[in-house]
């Protein structure tokens, strides 16, 4: 399992106004190693599984301006999503034990 937080931020300060935004993304996955043996046959029959499940992806950004007279405006929006999960091929003899397997 793991687990990666990006974050960025960029200001601004001039005489009259003071602008910044700050950026942020967050996403954890993990892989599974799954290894299949079918011992009815001999030699031994093994297949090797990578998967990858389903994982979170969330975004968020904030932009502030502040005018020095007082006035502030935050804006802040985030967007979520999921990637879809994925297994992931191994070498060709592997592929084929699998057939064999299942």
Do not use: W
């Amino acid at each position: 399992r793991a687990a990666l937080v990006l974050t960025g931020n960029v200001t601004v300060d001039m005489d009259f106004v003071t602008a910044g935004t700050e950026v942020s993304f967050e996403t954890e996955s993990k892989l599974d190693f799954i290894t299949t043996v079918k011992f009815s046959e001999y030699p031994f029959l093994v297949c090797m599984q990578m998967d990858k499940d389903s994982f979170p992806f969330r975004e968020y950004l904030v932009k502030s301006e502040s005018l020095h007279s007082g006035k502030t405006l935050v804006s802040r929006k985030g967007r979520k999503s999921v990637v879809p999960g994925s297994e992931f091929p191994l070498h060709q003899e592997n592929s084929d034990m699998c057939k064999k397997v299942f």
